[in-house]
C-alpha cells in the first residue's frame, strides 16, 4: 500500500510542471527549405505557439498540481510557458522572412 502512495504521489509531483516544447529559433536545414516544408515548419511554430498558451490556463491538471503541491514550480511553469510561446513565435517570423526571401 505505501508503495502506491509513493508512486501516485511521485506521478503527481512529475506531472505538477508543463513542459511545452521550446523549439530553436534558427535552425541548420532553415535556408535550404522549398516553400512547401516552409510552410509546414511555420504551421508546427504555431502549433506549438497554440500548446504553450493552452498549458497556461489555471484549469490545467498540471497548473491545478503546481498551485496545490508545489508553487514555486508554478513559476517555473509560467516560465518556461512564455519561453516557449516566444520561441514559437520567433520561428515562425525567421521562417516568413525566409519566404520572403525566395519569393515563396
Not at 497556461?56 to 498540481?65: L, M, R, T
Amino acid at each position: 500500500m505505501k508503495k502506491i502512495l509513493v508512486l501516485l504521489i511521485l506521478k503527481l509531483f512529475i506531472t505538477s510542471c508543463a513542459t511545452p516544447t521550446v523549439v530553436n529559433v534558427i535552425q541548420p536545414r532553415d535556408n535550404e527549405l522549398s516553400c512547401k516544408e516552409l510552410n509546414s515548419e511555420i504551421a508546427k511554430a504555431n502549433e506549438y505557439a497554440d500548446e504553450a498558451q493552452a498549458a497556461k490556463k489555471a484549469d490545467k491538471p498540471h497548473n491545478v498540481g503546481a498551485i496545490l503541491f508545489f508553487l514555486p514550480g508554478l513559476g517555473f511553469t509560467m516560465a518556461n510557458i512564455d519561453e516557449a510561446s516566444k520561441a514559437a513565435k520567433d520561428r515562425a517570423l525567421h521562417l516568413n522572412k525566409l519566404k520572403e526571401k525566395k519569393d515563396c
